[in-house]
Nanobody
């Protein structure tokens, strides 16, 4: 079993920054690909960013590329999402997810069905 707990959400003005954290349980955290998704009211949950366990391959959605940075600290079993230059359209519940499957080296999972475990989410609200 894997348990994921997000933190770091809150209310911020447009142009501001937030750093989300996701603490994971499980002895093999370092072997999981980790992703961040978000869901705005009345919208589908969408991919934001992900990082592989091997070599740290990273993928971002086009909407956050250049503004958000995903990173992981395997020693702390934690993955981070640094969000800069926030916009009102970034307002959503942000979810951390773990993909415990094996993939070819270089493949970064970005689809919801690829992730086995999910956190409870943390609210991010960006005011204009």
């Amino acid at each position: 079993q894997v348990q994921l707990v997000e933190s770091g959400g809150g209310l911020v003005q447009a142009g501001g920054s937030l750093r989300l954290s996701c603490a994971a349980s499980g002895r093999t955290f370092s072997r999981y690909a980790m992703g961040w998704f978000r869901q705005a009211p009345d919208k589908e949950r969408e991919f934001v960013a992900a990082i592989t366990w091997s070599f740290g391959y990273i993928r971002y959605s086009d909407s956050v590329k250049g503004r958000f940075t995903i990173s992981r600290d395997n020693a702390k079993n934690t993955v981070y999402l640094q969000m800069n230059s926030l916009k009102p359209e970034d307002t959503a519940i942000y979810y951390c997810a773990a993909d415990t499957s094996s993939h070819n080296i270089g493949y970064v999972p970005r689809f919801r069905h690829e992730y086995d475990y999910w956190g409870q989410g943390t609210q991010v609200t960006v005011s204009s």
